[in-house]
C-alpha cells in the first residue's frame, strides 16, 4: 500500500511563500511521476503541477507558471511544491499523487484519472 502525506500548509498573507512538501511511504517512490492537484472551495480539482521520475521533467498549470515550482529528491521519497508569490486566488487543498501504474509512471500527467494515489490534502489559505 502506497502512502502519500503531505505538509507545509497555511494561512498566509498574499505575496508570501510556502513549500508544500509529500512524503510517500515507498522506497520506489523513484519509478513514480508525481503530481499536485488543488480543490478549492465549491469547484472541482484541479492540476497544478507534474515531475518525471527523475525531475528531469516537469509541467505547470498556467496559472501558476512563474510562480509555483515543483521538485523532487528521491533520495527522500518526498516531492515539493515551492509556492511564491502567493494570490488569494490560491486558497484550496493541496494534494499530492503519485503515478505508479508501469504502464503510465514513465511520463508526466496533467489527468487526475491517470493518478494511482493521493495524499489527504493539505490547506493552504492566502488571506490578508
Known amino acids: 500500500q502506497v502512502q502519500l502525506v503531505e505538509s507545509g500548509g497555511g494561512l498566509v498573507q498574499p505575496g508570501a511563500s510556502l513549500r508544500l512538501s509529500c512524503a510517500a511511504s515507498?522506497?520506489?517512490?523513484?519509478?513514480?511521476?508525481m503530481g499536485w492537484f488543488r480543490q478549492a472551495p465549491g469547484k472541482e480539482r484541479e492540476f497544478v503541477a507534474t515531475?518525471?521520475?527523475?525531475?528531469?521533467?516537469?509541467y505547470d498549470a498556467g496559472s501558476v507558471k512563474g510562480r509555483f515550482t515543483i521538485s523532487r529528491d528521491n533520495a527522500k521519497n518526498t516531492v515539493y511544491l515551492q509556492m511564491n508569490s502567493l494570490k488569494p486566488e490560491d486558497t484550496a487543498v493541496y494534494y499530492c499523487?503519485?503515478?505508479?501504474?508501469?504502464?503510465?509512471?514513465?511520463?508526466?500527467?496533467?489527468?487526475?484519472?491517470?493518478?494511482?494515489?493521493w495524499g489527504q490534502g493539505t490547506q493552504v489559505t492566502v488571506s490578508s
Open positions: 515531475i518525471s521520475r527523475i525531475g528531469s521533467t516537469t
Open positions: 515507498r522506497r520506489t517512490f523513484s519509478d513514480w511521476a
Open positions: 499523487a503519485a503515478v505508479t501504474d508501469i504502464s503510465r509512471n514513465w511520463r508526466v500527467s496533467t489527468q487526475e484519472h491517470e493518478y494511482d494515489y
